[in-house]
């Protein structure tokens, strides 16, 4: 298993920056730090771009009403929801595909995980990737699906990393599956298990 | 092709566990070697499909061999294991009924003796007398059938096998049966398209090899398939080294020594075919892969030198993504006996 | 790829469609069945023309699961080169011809929820075996066919059956026309769209779905340049060492062809890139026809698509 990686790495998906785009509606799903990358949209955008527009915005854990989601609310979009995490933005997500029509731009930011998470819902209502608008704003940690045991373990930050399932010491690879919305973990050390590399933290 | 061809007498080795898996002599001159001069860089060596040179793999344009059933055997038992290893998106269905008809009209012309199809409108009967199997089905209908059509026909059939379904001037690996691969996962690149499952290939994106292989095989069209070959070593007979399950046959990596090399270490051949699909547009794109030992490639004078010289050589990036660093080394020295250093001749076949 | 493996027909049956297309079916002539094919797939049809041999593509409109015969419609085009007139004048029952396997650069993307078509005239051909695919296959799919009259509306009726609420046809003399922002505006999302017609049409479609921000990977469309006439000229082929005159209802293509001398090609028509050819040395003008070419690549003048496009001037040299 090589472990030598390149710049541009053809599975590893890479972001832009978003755009407002000529298009009947909009819809933006943003996470976290994601929040600025809206405010930035919205400023190179014509003046009814938000009335046309809907935003599901995942403000980060435990965080009940943030300055972010106040800041966002002013901007006066058609429709405005906010969630937790971008995983329980996810199920909205897909109620907002379910009725959505060809024509209406999607943009999604935040960070490395959310940006997994939602591109792989859009996938899953049969939009093509390529028709995306992505940015990511945030942390670069990690979604990582386990080759061995398939299990995901979220917010990988190290290399190596532990599985969350299976417990292998794991290579997180820059090779990314769209479908599943992951990294590849395999394990570092199979050929010697003795030999236990330090993990550094790198995905941040 | 167009020549018909009986099958051998069938072997009964094992790919895993005690390893008894053994080629005839015939089997070791059959083989496609995939070296046609002493060194190696990857090319896009791709050529048409046909054209079977007699006596070789290349003879009949699916090549059934004396491993057919051992090899059967072992992907029952690695999809008992993992079922994940086929799969097909839901737009695959007709590609799967496609490759059913192309392996079984394929097999039935080349060997009529062991494979024998009926049709009759969508009323089909087919006949795999090596595997006593006699099924008689609706085409297009998988109830009729104990699995779904890809996984019907390819586990009666050597080699892996990809699904590329194309659009946007790409190819997207949509569905597949791999059991028998160098180390990717099914399960995970399953979905992606023709540049994003070879991201881990080293060297070639930069040369420029995948933007022109894909012109290429865009352009495969019907009664028109292609093919190249490709490699990478093993160390035991195992077919099935996946990713999903490295961590066990990894440690093996370390096994090979002066003693064991010529018997325990493998040229792992890759035969790739490109076959146009009718009723789905889709590319089928089987990869059988054919085994010689160290001491298999000693038989044939011209191979044991070339192997010695290409190994030699090879690009460190090269030899660090097929994953031959821990054991080049002893295989370089163990062949160095067969290279006196006179010129070889040209092409891959035997002298 | 160039050695394409032409199959042995007879022309079965040609039936007047109406006073512009015929309808030719042709069948294997050793009585096999026809290899199947995807709905959007063309055939190559060979025609000698006396001294003159032409390939045009043509879409099969046939039923993609019926291998008995292949079935093309063919609309007379008086000012072509040609080949469709060869096919309405010359092509009885009973004639031996040369076709091309089917290939598809107009296929259906089978991940689609909903596939919406729209056809212009001629432009139907492709949708007639799409819609006999997916009525064997199932998928959602709706048809807008626009036609100048209920006279001239070839298969209105076959289609009106097997569609029924799902076809939506326009009438020119009734000065009926589709609405594309309206439609483009309302389709559910991961619908696919598909495109056939007259340039015209396919242009404000293209333009007004672009416009509408449908994604490029959701948009498909057949936008076969048919080969113009045009002034003889002469080309110079570097790798053989020959030198083509092209005849004023010649393809550059069929004059390399007509040298003796394989070029890889597939669609004929200017879309599917395989016939691409380095231009060496041009002092003149290329006369690009072809939908293939970017418009750096054609200010570039390095490259010319020989099987529609053309030259004006003193020398070509190619790298053929």
């Known amino acids: 298993m090589s472990t030598v990686q390149y710049a541009d790495f053809k599975s590893r998906p890479f972001y832009g920056v978003l755009k407002p785009a000529s298009a009947v509606a909009h819809l933006i799903v943003a996470e976290g730090e994601g929040a600025q990358a809206v405010m930035d949209l919205i400023a190179k ?23 972010r989601s106040q800041a966002l609310r002013e901007l006066g979009f058609a429709r405005f929801h906010t969630s937790a995490t971008a995983a329980a933005a996810v199920p909205r997500l897909h109620g907002a595909l379910d009725r959505l029509r060809m024509g209406t731009e999607v943009y999604l930011t935040g960070n490395e995980s ?21 940015e990511h704003r945030g942390s670069l940690a990690r979604r990582m699906q386990c080759v061995h045991c398939k299990g995901i373990t979220e917010d990988v930050t190290t290399q190596p990393a532990e599985c969350a399932h299976c417990g292998l010491l794991l290579l997180v690879r820059d090779h990314y599956s769209r479908r599943i919305g992951a990294f590849q973990g395999v394990n570092i050390n199979a050929e010697d298990p003795s030999d236990v590399p330090p993990k550094e933290e790198i995905f941040r | 092709m167009g020549s018909t061809a009986s099958l051998p ?34 090319a896009v060596n791709m050529e048409l499909h046909k054209d079977g040179r007699p006596g070789t793999a290349y003879e009949q344009p699916i090549d059934v061999d004396e491993h057919y059933l051992a090899e059967m055997r072992d992907r029952a038992l690695v999809l008992d294991e993992d079922p994940l290893r086929c799969q097909s998106l839901p737009h695959m269905e007709m590609a799967g009924w496609d490759t059913l008809e192309l392996l079984m009209e394929c097999k039935a012309n080349s060997y009529p003796d062991s494979f024998s199809l009926e049709r009759d409108g969508d009323q089909w009967h087919w006949i795999n007398r090596p595997m006593g199997i006699d099924q008689r089905f609706t085409f297009g209908d998988a109830t009729t059938l104990p699995y779904g059509p890809l996984e019907y026909i390819t586990r009666q059939a050597q080699g892996d096998f990809v699904v590329l379904d194309e659009r946007a001037n790409n190819l997207w690996m949509d569905a597949g049966m791999v059991t028998t691969q160098a180390d990717w996962s099914l399960d995970f690149d399953i979905g992606m398209n023709f540049f994003e499952w070879h991201a881990p290939v080293p060297l070639a994106h930069e040369k420029g090899i995948f933007e022109r292989a894909i012109k290429y095989l865009l352009a495969v069209q019907q009664s028109n398939p292609a093919r190249r070959l490709n490699w990478t070593m093993t160390v035991n007979p195992r077919l099935d080294t996946s990713p999903e399950n490295y961590h066990q046959w990894g440690p093996e990596n370390t096994h090979i020594t002066p003693e064991n090399v010529a018997d325990k270490l493998f040229l792992r051949i890759e035969l790739q075919s490109f076959w146009r699909l009718p009723r789905s547009n889709a590319i089928l794109f089987p990869i059988r892969c054919y085994f010689l030992s160290m001491r298999d490639l000693s038989t044939v004078p011209k191979w044991a030198k070339r192997m010695h010289r290409v190994l030699n050589t090879l690009p460190p990036e090269l030899s660090s993504y097929k994953g031959l660093d821990n054991f080049r080394g002893t295989a370089v020295d163990w062949l160095a006996q067969f290279d006196d250093g006179s010129p070889t001749t040209p092409g891959p076949f035997p002298d | 790829m160039s050695n394409h493996a032409a199959i042995d027909v007879i022309v079965s049956e040609v039936v007047e469609v109406n006073s512009l297309i015929k ?48 079935q093309c419609s063919i609309r007379r085009d008086d000012e072509g080169r040609g080949g469709s007139l060869y096919m309405h004048r010359e092509v009885k029952p009973g004639m031996a011809m040369k076709i091309s396997p089917p290939a598809n650069l107009f296929a259906l993307d089978l991940r689609a929820r909903k596939h919406l078509m729209i056809a212009g005239g001629i432009g139907i051909t492709p ?49 009926q026309s589709i609405d594309f922002d309206e439609l483009l505006s309302t389709q559910p999302a ?26 490029e990977s959701h948009i498909h469309f057949e936008h076969f340049a048919k080969a113009s006439p045009g002034e003889p000229f002469t080309a110079e082929l570097s790798a053989s060492g020959v030198t083509v005159e092209v005849g ?21 028509g200017g879309a599917c890139g395989q016939c691409e050819t380095r231009v060496l040395d041009c002092d003149g003008e290329l006369l690009h026809e072809d939908h293939w070419l970017e418009d750096d690549e054609r200010s570039a003048g390095e490259k010319i698509m020989p099987c529609v496009s053309r030259f004006k001037g003193k020398r070509l040299v190619l790298e053929r």
């Not at chain 3, 036609?147 to 209105?156: D, E, I």
């Open chain 1, 45 to 67: 955008a014509p003046a009814d771009f938000a009335s046309k527009a809907t935003l599901l915005y995942a403000e980060g854990p435990y965080v009940s009403e943030n300055s």
């Open chain 1, 114 to 134: 959310a940006l997994s998470l939602f591109v792989k819902a859009c996938t899953e209502a049969g939009l093509d990737y390529q028709g995306l608008q992505t």
């Open chain 2, 9 to 42: 007498t069938f072997k009964d080795g094992t790919y895993r566990d005690d390893f008894s898996f053994r080629n005839s002599p015939e089997s070791v001159l059959r083989a496609p070697f995939p070296f046609d001069k002493d060194e190696y860089m990857y």
């Open chain 3, 23 to 70: 309808r030719f079916h042709f069948k294997r002539r050793d009585g096999g069945h026809l290899p199947a094919f995807s709905g959007g797939a063309h055939i190559v049809i060979e025609m000698q023309d006396g001294e003159q041999l032409r390939r045009t593509p043509y879409s099969l409109m046939s039923s993609p699961l019926d291998t008995s015969d292949y």
């Open chain 3, 127 to 175: 949708f007639l075996a799409q819609s006999s695919q997916l009525e064997r296959t199932g998928g959602e799919y709706e048809l807008h066919y626009g036609v100048r009259s209920a006279q001239l509306g070839a298969y209105l009726d076959v289609l009106q059956e097997r569609l029924q609420h799902r076809l939506h046809t326009y009438y020119d003399d009734q000065q």
């Open chain 3, 190 to 215: 991961g619908t696919h769209l598909y495109v056939c017609g007259p340039t015209p049409m396919i242009d404000k479609v293209l333009n007004t779905a672009r416009g509408a921000g449908w994604p």
């Open chain 3, 248 to 268: 004023r209802e010649q393809s550059l293509l069929e004059a390399i062809e007509a040298a003796g001398i394989e070029a890889p090609y597939l669609c004929r």
